[in-house]
């Protein structure tokens, strides 16, 4: 069992927890993930780890309530035992590529923060895109900088950074600074379908990070796989990252809404539930 | 034995059927089906054995149980006593008894089998076994004297199950690596409820754990340790790799990556491991069509044609490519699965999966086969009749076509000699992979087989360990590193 240690709202809907499971954090490589389960009754999510502290034990978890699961999880206080599994997938493949574009978007920005660190000390130039439908939404800033030599903000409306998608000043990057050496793009599938038609005509090597639903997180299920090319892959131990080139994101986006009837009905149980019990301390109060 | 009676009267006696749940009942609960002997009727049942001088039926069994012995016990009403003799050799009785396919096995080489059914072996097994699960008590062997040695068993199905209760016996200090959250293998996650209530696993790991048997869940081994750091690291004198068949095979057919194809594995992973039958009391959903078509006909295919019923489905199609014949499931499955009104199209093998824009199944192409010449596994091969395709309409497609070993241990483990399947080669006496000190059973070695197979192949590798640690590596490590 994993204990959780702390937990700490970063923006709305974001929460950052710190884990104790020293078998993950000591193994932890840039773009592995855990596979979280809250309780006897809970569903088996993938998270990407963070941030890892070998010496004490544990791993940072950034995650956005969406649902279920992670809205539970949310309500999580500190000495809580939850069961943790990994660190798995394949880690991030670091190398000095020279100039490397780092484009997060939302929940996305997590899951890019350990591999922008490990690629500016493998000695590549930083250059992070971060976008966000309003400021509060980006998150992890403080971080990011810290992993970036430069930094460019997106909102939706504008209100903060440049106004637009991640895509728009991308392309505006490309088109002052010229061909960076490699883009990694991590967001909504959209986003990153976005950024790969945008370098694949340039030939950017671009490197995403897939979100399909998981159950077992290990190459037992085949519940992840997508089609990468002309072939069929198993995001859990193939990937997360992948060639966004050849990643068939329609199918990815089709597979993400396999079960969304069953997650409202969960969600809205959830909800529910909790407005009921809101009400009845209020009313003992 | 029991009563006195001449072989001409026991051959009179009907093997004595087992009670089951109705079908119409049972084709919409998750309880079990099979319902279990009676102390009359098993004793009426012992009475069918002949008691053979040279008893084929014990050579039919993998794990060598003597088998007119224990039955004679059970004729005689010495139950505890037949739990004794069979657990001399079986580790996990009431979970054999309620899935071995003992129509390949015991079963099928009773002597009684020639003229007449055969002595219900299986079911006298389970009746016994159930005995100890109701409260009866039996006696645990006492465990040798603390050896020192620890040993680390990566997998927790039958195979490690099996291999860990041995090596506790001996002294060994054992703990049990686990990737799921939950210990028990397949038989957790995917042997459904229906036929092996998942208490009877539990029972058998509380045991172990009596024994002294750590269970470390939530442990990749290959990510979270390798199999040298096990080692090196962590103090383990010698490793048992138990990871199963769990890699799922698709056709390679067009749309078997549409929305509402699952892999047999995911699909009762969902429902056996995370109980989504039960959604929304438990979080993990399992999104089923009223029309569903099964790929294969193995006893994977039938739990899940049978879940699927059970999910509520109205109308659930078995396809595969040979004949009943050939089908290599269980019998008792198949029969259950045809009480259960299962439409099975034999000779018949999907070529594509269809579905709509949105990527959501909406039915299987199929063609019809005929049976040619026997191939390498002396079965005939199936031949595509040509012309012959065509159309069930189908919300939900499960792809029950076999499982290969997950690399996941494999791959990380420098050394490990494989066939080119991508399973363990090991020494067939002692269990013993390319690597000192490490060991292997069980499907990872053998490719998906059954479960008393990874039993025997556990404990067969128990004493290949016990004698490694006792020969060849010298001191426990522990003492080595304290020495040193
Ligand atoms: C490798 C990987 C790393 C991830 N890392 C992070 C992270 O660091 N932070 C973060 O906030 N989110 C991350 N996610 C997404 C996260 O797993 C989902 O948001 C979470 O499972 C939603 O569960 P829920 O019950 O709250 O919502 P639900 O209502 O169940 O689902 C909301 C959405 O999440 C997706 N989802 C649902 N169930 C699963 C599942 N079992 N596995 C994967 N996706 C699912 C679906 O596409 C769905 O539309 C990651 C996903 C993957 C595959
Ligand atoms: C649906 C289904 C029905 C079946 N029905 C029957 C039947 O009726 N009769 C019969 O005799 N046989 C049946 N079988 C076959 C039988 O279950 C298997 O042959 C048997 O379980 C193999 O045992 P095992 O110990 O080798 O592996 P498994 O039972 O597969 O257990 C392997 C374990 O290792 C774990 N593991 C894998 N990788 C790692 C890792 N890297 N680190 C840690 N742990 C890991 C897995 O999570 C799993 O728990 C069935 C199989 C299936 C799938
Ligand atoms: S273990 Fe299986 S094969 Fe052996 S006697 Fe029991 S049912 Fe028969
Ligand atoms: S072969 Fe049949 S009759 Fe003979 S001992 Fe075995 S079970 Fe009894
Ligand atoms: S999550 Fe099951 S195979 Fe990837």
């Known amino acids: 069992m994993a204990r959780l240690i702390s937990k700490e709202t970063i923006a709305p809907a974001f929460t950052r927890y710190v884990v104790h499971v020293p078998e993950v954090a000591r193994k932890h490589r840039a773009g592995q993930f855990v596979m979280v389960l809250l309780h006897d009754h809970g569903e088996r999510i993938p998270l990407t780890i963070a941030d890892s502290d070998a010496e004490e034990g544990t791993i ?105 998608f991640v895509t728009t000043a991308l392309a505006e990057l490309i088109e002052e600074r010229g061909r960076p050496d490699v883009v990694i793009a991590i967001g909504p599938a959209i986003m990153m379908k976005a950024v790969s038609d945008m370098t694949r005509p340039l030939e950017i090597p671009t490197i995403v990070s897939l979100n399909s639903i998981m159950i077992d997180g290990t190459g037992m299920c085949g519940g992840c796989r997508i089609t990468i090319g002309a072939e069929t892959k198993f995001v859990c131990v193939d990937g997360p990252e992948f060639d966004g080139h050849a990643v068939d994101f329609d199918l990815l986006m089709k597979r993400q809404r396999m079960f969304v009837r069953q997650e409202e009905e969960a969600r809205r149980r959830f909800e529910e539930l909790h407005r009921c019990r809101a009400m009845e301390s209020a009313e003992v109060k | 034995m029991g009563r006195d009676l001449k072989p001409a009267e026991r051959l009179k006696i009907p093997r004595h059927p087992m009670p089951a749940q109705d079908p119409v009942v049972r084709r919409s609960n998750f309880n079990e089906v099979a319902l279990g002997y009676t102390p009359e009727m098993a004793m009426e049942e012992a009475e069918r054995c002949l008691q053979c001088k040279k008893p084929q039926c014990v050579e039919g069994c993998p794990v060598g149980i003597d088998i007119p012995a224990f039955i004679e016990a059970v004729a005689d009403g010495e139950f505890l006593k037949a739990l004794e003799i069979i657990k001399q050799k079986n580790t996990l009785p009431a979970i054999c008894g309620r899935v071995c ?219 595969y490519r040979r004949t009943r014949a050939e089908s290599p499931a269980r019998l008792e499955e198949l029969e259950h699965a045809e009480e259960e009104g299962v439409d099975f199209r034999w000779l018949t093998s999907p070529v594509e999966i269809l579905g709509n824009d949105d990527g959501v199944v909406t039915g299987v192409r199929v063609i019809k086969m005929e049976l040619g010449e026997p191939d390498s596994s002396g079965r005939r091969r199936p031949i595509p009749i040509e012309g012959s395709e065509y159309e069930i309409e189908v919300d939900t497609v499960v792809m029950a076509i076999g499982q290969g070993p997950n690399p996941l241990v494999t791959q990380t483990t420098e050394g490990l000699e494989l066939n080119r399947w991508g399973n363990i080669v090991v020494d067939e006496t002692t269990m013993m992979t390319s690597i000192p000190g490490v060991f292997a059973g069980g499907d990872i070695v053998t490719g998906a087989a059954t479960v008393i197979l990874a039993m025997g192949a556990g404990k067969t590798a128990a004493v290949g360990i016990d004698g490694y640690l006792r020969q060849t590596a010298g001191q426990p490590r522990a003492t080595a590193a304290a020495t040193a």
């Open chain 1, 60 to 164: 940072t978890l950034i995650v956005q309530e969406v649902g279920k699961t992670t809205m539970e999880m949310a309500l999580l206080e500190p000495g809580a035992e939850i069961e943790v599994a990994g660190p798995l997938g394949t880690p991030t493949h670091v190398e000095n590529w020279g100039t490397c574009v780092c484009v997060g978007g939302g929940a996305g920005i997590a899951p890019l923060l350990p591999i922008a660190r490990a690629m500016k000390e493998a000695g590549n130039h930083v250059i992070s895109i971060l976008g966000g439908r309003t400021e509060e939404l980006v998150i992890l800033r403080p971080e990011m900088e810290a992993a970036s030599h430069e930094m460019i903000y997106t909102t939706d409306d504008g209100s903060f950074g440049k106004k637009g």
């Open chain 2, 101 to 319: 396919p003992q129509e390949d096995q015991c079963e099928q080489v009773c002597v009684v089998a020639k003229k007449h059914q055969p002595v219900a072996i299986g079911r006298l097994e389970r009746f016994v076994a159930d005995i100890e699960l109701a409260g009866g008590e039996v006696s645990m062997p006492e465990p040798a004297r603390p050896s020192g040695f620890k040993v680390a068993i990566v997998g927790s199905g039958p195979a490690g199950l099996a291999c860990a209760a041995e090596l506790a016996r001996m002294g060994h200090q054992v703990t049990i690596f686990e990737a799921l959250h939950k210990p028990g293998g397949v038989l957790v996650y995917g042997i459904p409820e229906f036929r092996l209530p998942k208490d009877i696993v539990q029972y058998e790991i509380d045991n172990l754990k009596k024994m002294g048997v750590e269970v470390r869940c939530n442990f990749v081994v290959g990510k979270t340790a390798s199999v040298k750091e096990l080692m090196e690291e962590w103090g383990y004198d010698a490793v048992f790799i138990g990871t199963g068949a769990g890699l799922p095979y698709f056709m390679g057919i067009p749309g078997e990556n549409f929305i509402g194809v699952y892999s047999a594995n995911e699909f009762l992973t969902r429902v056996n491991l995370m109980k989504a039958f039960a959604f929304p009391e438990y979080d993990t959903p399992v999104a089923l069509g009223n029309r569903v078509a099964v790929v294969g006909s193995g006893n994977v295919a039938m739990d899940c044609l049978r879940t699927a019923l059970r999910l509520g489905s109205e109308h659930v199609v078995c396809l």
